[in-house]
Nanobody, 125 residues
Framework: QVQLVESGGGLVQPGGSLRLSCEAR??????????IGWFRQAPGKEREGLGC????????SYADSVKGRFTISRDNGKNTVSLQMNSLKPEDTAVYYC????????????????WGQGTQVTVSS
């Protein structure tokens, strides 16, 4: 069973940066070669796909809303995937989730069956 745990959320000022981490527990990302997607959900809004990385070849894809500001990467020597968020805006405030269990990337939340518990990101002065 895929178990994913997010961390790194918190309060940050507009224009600031934050790095979230998604840890795979109980299995190796390399062995399974799955794709990891990052999503967020703000109060009263639908869950939004932000980006995805395919572990086997490192290819990434991003939603237009975060392209150029957010970067997904595999952390060397760790069983984690990171989401680096720069130039944060108040509208980036949301609970951020990572998801896994499929071999290829998707920005559709319904494509993933395994989710972390989420980590809150608040962008405010």
């Amino acid at each position: 069973q895929v178990q994913l745990v997010e961390s790194g959320g918190g309060l940050v000022q507009p224009g600031g940066s934050l790095r979230l981490s998604c840890e795979a527990r109980g299995f190796s990302l390399d062995t399974y070669g799955i794709a990891i997607g990052w999503f967020r959900q703000a109060p009263g809004k639908e869950r939004e796909g932000l980006g995805c990385i395919t572990i086997r070849d490192g290819q990434t894809s991003y939603a237009d809303s975060v392209k150029g500001r957010f970067t997904i990467s595999r952390d060397n020597g760790k069983n984690t995937v990171s989401l680096q968020m720069n130039s944060l805006k108040p509208e980036d405030t949301a609970v951020y989730y990572c998801a896994g269990d499929r071999p290829w990337c998707s920005l559709e939340s319904g494509a993933f069956g395994s989710w972390g518990q989420g980590t809150q990101v608040t962008v405010s002065s």
